[in-house]
């Protein structure tokens, strides 16, 4: 479920765009059948077609975005790269030469319905998958330009290809299937045509809607329902039953549907939810796209879509029933009723709007009732748990947002930082206008100390949990996530986990020196951080060796992605941040290995991490290594014996 739920809210990247496109091509539809194609019709058209069609590439590379555990580009691009491998292999061009087919419409229909949702959706995993997997990849030297990220979309399109090959073979037997299925369907009358409601909807998740509609709206099986209502040529009391129940749920259900969401939602969310929620609302009821709402709770609540799709087949065959039909061009919405109401085939559409009034109560009722019993994660109501890329938090969360609420407000507001970084201890910030920092009250906020590097510069020293508020602070700046009221939250814990920092006992902690070199003055380090003991107190190394170890028995409390530093707690309780050089997070990893995982228990000399002194000389950094007690302020590290 939880899966579900993640993969909902990185629907909602995608699905944010389309309620405007789909208004944009039902406006340019409406004009074009009031007054013929003309330049405004063509643009406007032209303009949401060009998101509404490619919806199922948006949603590869959104899902592919949003699902990775830290959202970046490069899971982006991962996601576009599946989607043009499967959908190039599989276009009816690619295929017929798979065949050895002459001629490409003599390749199966099912390959014509390749590029959908649902495609989309899995190349997105896939493209999520693979950067988790491989964006630390380590290659020999000789293939260390395709290190790290830049394997990702190789490795992905290695998969992407099994993907097409499966499909190859699969999606005809299935697409097949349904088409034959539908001309059954059409035997039953009015409960067919329920029937076939119910799973419209319910193969919209998997594309393969388009299947069965294609056997009741063209001339697959005779029925041409479309066609026949468009042209006024059909029969009158017949032709448009497989459309017209699809007008009162698109125009009123749905939208009902959202106001219930609406209302459900949790106060402090209901802004972020208002947005999509109208929009899609609009979209629905003007245009009759549903998707922008559908897929809002498609995925964080199944039990409300099954509903749905099964109210969806009542309309269908309730409307088969009665003297009422209605026909489209575009979609079940307002614009093509107002088009379709003067239809020679069109029977009693008033009543369209009876039915529309019933299905509105009935989706507002049975959606508010069936959220609140079942406490159901519809958009605004998802779990508050810790997950650096969702915007909903609690708990230590919520503290991170407080503070990174606090940080934002003493560097000026979210306007005045043009850029944000972290380091293992820092935010790495540019700001607009360095006279807007204010240094007591980040102070007071949570922070170590403020560094003014000089023009724009402003570094904000917080500890280990860095990575935590400045990914609260980015969900700010994007209007994700909302401030957390609070008291100002003191000095931050100092490590990965949220316990709080040791009360200072001046103690002399002895260890085994964790690096080949000779010891030095931390003032010798050229950084006010480490140098000013701002992080804590401690000493430093000039190495002689390549190879960190643990200096006593402990648990890895923190490794980073760059390999640059390691944070360990001794089973003394004593929080210990080694940190390899000085600004050499700015190396990006190059010339550093990580040799631990996270939370492993080691024992004095087991090894944590290697690194290539000459490469940090030869970037212009120093290579002087702090070796740093983050929770006693007086403590004295004494080494007992060499690396």
Same mark, same amino acid.
């Given at each position: 479920m939880k899966f579900l739920q993640r993969l909902g809210r990185s629907i909602m990247l995608p699905v944010a765009v389309l309620p405007v496109a789909a208004i944009l091509s039902g406006i340019g539809y409406w004009i074009t059948s009031a007054a013929g194609d003309n330049i405004a019709s063509a643009f406007l058209s032209a303009a949401g077609g060009a998101?509404?069609? $490619?919806?199922?590439?948006?949603?590869?590379?959104?899902?592919?975005?949003?699902?990775?555990n830290k959202s970046d580009g490069t899971a982006a691009l991962a996601g576009l790269v599946s989607w043009l491998t499967v959908t190039t292999l599989l276009k009816p061009e690619t295929v017929a030469l798979l065949t050895g087919v002459g001629d490409v419409n003599e390749v199966d229909p099912a390959f014509l319905k390749v590029q959908n949702v649902f495609v989309?959706?899995?190349?997105?995993? *896939?493209?999520?998958?693979?950067?988790?997997?491989?964006?630390?990849?380590?290659?020999?030297?000789?293939?260390?330009?395709?290190?790290?990220?830049?394997?990702?979309?190789?490795?992905?399109?290695?998969?992407?290809?099994?993907?097409? *090959?499966?499909?190859?073979?699969?999606?005809?037997?299935?697409?097949?299937?349904l088409?034959?299925?539908?001309?059954?369907?059409?035997?039953?009358?009015?409960?067919?045509?329920? *029937?076939?409601?119910?799973?419209?909807?319910?193969?919209?998740?998997?594309?393969?809607?388009?299947?069965? $509609?294609?056997?009741?709206?063209?001339?697959?099986?005779?029925?041409?329902?479309?066609?026949?209502?468009?042209?006024?040529?059909?029969?009158?009391?017949?032709?448009?039953?497989?459309?017209?129940?699809?007008?009162?749920?698109?125009?009123?259900?749905l939208p009902g549907a959202a106001?219930?969401?609406?209302?459900?939602?949790?106060?402090?969310?209901?802004?972020?939810?208002?947005? *999509?929620?109208?929009?899609?609302?609009?979209?629905?009821?003007?245009?009759? +796209?549903?998707?922008?709402?559908?897929?809002a709770f498609m995925f964080l609540a199944p039990l409300l879509y099954l509903i749905h799709a099964i109210f969806m087949g009542i309309s269908m065959a309730i409307a088969a029933i009665l003297p009422v039909r209605m026909g489209f061009g575009f979609s079940g919405g307002f614009i093509d009723l107002v088009l379709g109401w003067a239809n020679p085939m069109a029977q009693n559409p008033w009543l369209i709007l009876v039915l529309g009034a019933f299905w509105f109560a009935i989706y507002f009722l049975v959606f508010y009732f069936v959220i609140k019993r079942f406490n159901l994660k519809t958009p605004g109501r998802e779990d508050d748990e810790i997950d650096a890329m969702d915007a909903a938090a609690s708990g230590p969360d919520d503290a991170y947002l407080a503070t990174a609420s606090r940080f934002l407000d003493a560097l000026g507001g979210k306007d005045n930082?043009?850029?944000?970084?972290?380091?293992?201890?820092?935010?790495?910030?540019?700001?607009?206008?360095?006279?807007?920092?204010?240094?007591?009250?980040?102070?007071?906020?949570?922070?170590?100390?403020?560094?003014?590097?000089?023009?724009?510069? +402003?570094?904000? +020293?917080?500890?280990?949990? +860095?990575q935590f508020v400045k990914d609260a602070m980015e969900r700010l700046i994007s209007g994700t996530a909302e401030p957390v009221p609070g008291p100002p939250a003191g000095p931050a814990p100092s490590v990965l986990t949220d316990a709080p920092p040791a009360t200072a006992t001046g103690r002399r902690i002895r260890m085994r020196q964790p690096l080949q070199g000779e010891v030095v003055p931390l003032a010798d380090v050229p950084d006010a951080t480490f140098s000013e003991g701002i992080m804590g107190p401690g000493v430093a190394i000039r190495p002689s060796g390549d190879l960190v170890i643990a200096p006593a028995d402990g648990v890895v409390e923190g490794v980073f992605p760059t390999s640059h530093a390691v944070a360990l707690r001794l089973d003394d309780d004593t929080e210990l941040l080694i940190h390899v050089g000085v600004d050499t997070v700015n190396m990006g990893g190059d010339?550093?290995?990580?040799?631990?995982?996270k939370d492993a228990h080691v024992t004095a000399g087991t090894p944590l991490l290697r690194f290539d002194t000459a490469k940090i000389i030869a970037a212009g950094l120093s290579p002087l290594t702090p070796v740093i007690v983050l929770n006693d302020e007086n403590a004295e590290i004494e080494f007992t014996s060499p690396a």
């Open positions: 998101l509404l069609d $490619n919806t199922a590439l948006l949603f590869a590379v959104g899902i592919a975005f949003g699902m990775a989309g959706i899995v190349c997105g995993l *896939i493209g999520a998958w693979c950067y988790d997997r491989f964006k630390d990849t380590k290659l020999p030297d000789a293939l260390s330009f395709f290190s790290g990220k830049r394997s990702v979309a190789i490795v992905t399109a290695g998969l992407s290809l099994v993907l097409a *090959i499966v499909l190859f073979f699969l999606w005809p037997f299935v697409y097949g299937g088409v034959t299925f539908g001309e059954w369907i059409v035997t039953l009358g009015p409960v067919g045509t329920g *029937i076939y409601g119910f799973l419209n909807r319910l193969l919209i998740p998997v594309g393969l809607h388009h299947a069965l $509609n294609s056997v009741f709206w063209f001339d697959v099986a005779g029925i041409n329902d479309l066609n026949n209502f468009l042209s006024g040529e059909g029969t009158y009391g017949v032709t448009g039953q497989y459309m017209t129940g699809f007008f009162p749920v698109m125009m009123f259900g106001l219930a969401m609406y209302l459900t939602a949790k106060t402090k969310r209901r802004k972020i939810a208002y947005g *999509i929620l109208l929009s899609g609302a609009i979209s629905s009821f003007f245009v009759g +796209v549903t998707e922008p709402l559908e897929f930082i043009t850029e944000l970084e972290n380091c293992a201890t820092r935010l790495r910030l540019e700001v607009a206008d360095v006279e807007k920092v204010d240094a007591a009250a980040l102070k007071r906020a949570g922070a170590a100390g403020t560094m003014k590097s000089g023009g724009r510069a +402003v570094q904000v +020293v917080y500890g280990l949990n +860095v010339g550093f290995e990580t040799l631990v995982e």
